[in-house]
């Protein structure tokens, strides 16, 4: 077991190079340089020229990029920001911090609701603890998360004033944010869970126990459960991933420091530094959730840790 874990880890390296060799060919095709949107189109084009070189921006794309990845392994150095003249890492880090923990809410938030939800309509199919659900967990998982943001950013900080509109001081600040970020995915793991559920309970092993007199809980929670979250396990792992990479509509929508909206702002002034270290960062998380996916499974199914042990032996 321990030697896939190693040979998952090892594939953050090519996986870390790849993204950011993607990430310095598209912001060199794409127009514009940082002197011109720093400094402004009034400069003269040999101050504009002046600063570029000095920020090497001038310099080939190959060997920007040696020199990117050779200081940031052998240095720890993620670079200089072209807009601040602030070290990358001291900027990306506080910010990054803010969205895995408004990632981390929302997807627990979401596991928790839906997870559930979807069950229980599994295990009482075509009653209206499964139809209500159902029926909801459609149009919910239709309506992106900005358009319930704006919602309740209109009811309970507007109309009500109940919950604050912005910023990060308190636990409340949190409150709709996570709704909005969680809700959507809730409704998506209702419907994966009870699809799930419904396929084992109605394989050979679950009509077996029930025959041989094992109590109901006992064939819902111990049998059929058990091979019903392996896909559900992924589908929770793959909302995390994207909640991380896609939480910037809801950063902005709320005026959070998060990283993703960072990146936003910075690709204005083609701050490629920040850009590219905020990307790094971001595929590191999302390498190790998928990670962590892989290992529950072993924990979850046990004929997956026994093909590892005699792969192992």
Not at 141 to 149: D, E, H, K, T, Y
Not at 200 to 211: K, L, M
Request: charged fraction near 15%; charge should be positive.
């Amino acid at each position: 077991m321990y030697k896939y874990v190693l040979k998952r880890v090892a594939f953050l390296i090519p996986t870390i190079l790849g993204v950011t060799f993607i990430i310095f060919a598209v912001m060199n095709i794409t127009p514009g340089n940082p002197g011109l949107a720093i400094l402004g189109p009034t400069v003269p084009q040999e101050d504009i020229d002046a600063y570029n070189h000095a920020l090497g921006y001038d310099l080939p794309l190959l060997q920007k990029y040696v020199n990117y990845v050779r200081d940031m392994v052998v240095d720890q150095d993620f670079g200089i920001s072209y807009f601040t003249k602030q070290p990358v890492f001291d900027e990306i880090w506080p910010r990054f911090q803010l969205t895995i923990k408004l990632s981390l809410l929302g997807v627990l938030l979401a596991a928790l609701i839906g997870v559930p939800l979807g069950i229980l309509a599994a295990v009482k199919q075509y009653s209206l603890l499964d139809t209500i659900p159902s029926i909801l967990s459609f149009f919910i998982a239709a309506i992106p998360g900005f358009v319930l943001g704006t919602l309740m950013l209109y009811v309970f900080s507007l109309k009500l004033g109940w919950l604050p509109s912005y910023g990060t001081g308190s636990f409340s600040h949190y409150i709709m944010p996570v709704l909005a970020i969680a809700i959507p995915p809730a409704a998506q793991n209702m419907r994966f869970t009870k699809s799930s559920m419904l396929e084992a309970i109605r394989q050979d092993y679950v009509r077996t126990a029930r025959a041989k007199g094992a109590p109901e809980r006992t064939v819902i929670w111990k049998h059929a459960l058990r091979n019903a979250l392996l896909p559900v396990v992924t589908q929770v792992g793959m909302s995390l991933g994207l909640l991380i990479c896609g939480s910037v509509v809801v950063e902005k929508l709320f005026s959070l420091p998060g990283i993703g909206s960072l990146i936003i702002d910075r690709i204005n002034f083609k701050d490629e530094p920040v850009i590219i270290g905020g990307t790094i960062l971001i595929s590191i998380c999302f390498t190790i959730v998928m990670l962590l996916v892989d290992i529950i499974y072993a924990f979850i199914d046990p004929r997956i840790r026994a093909k590892y042990s005699k792969s192992k032996g």
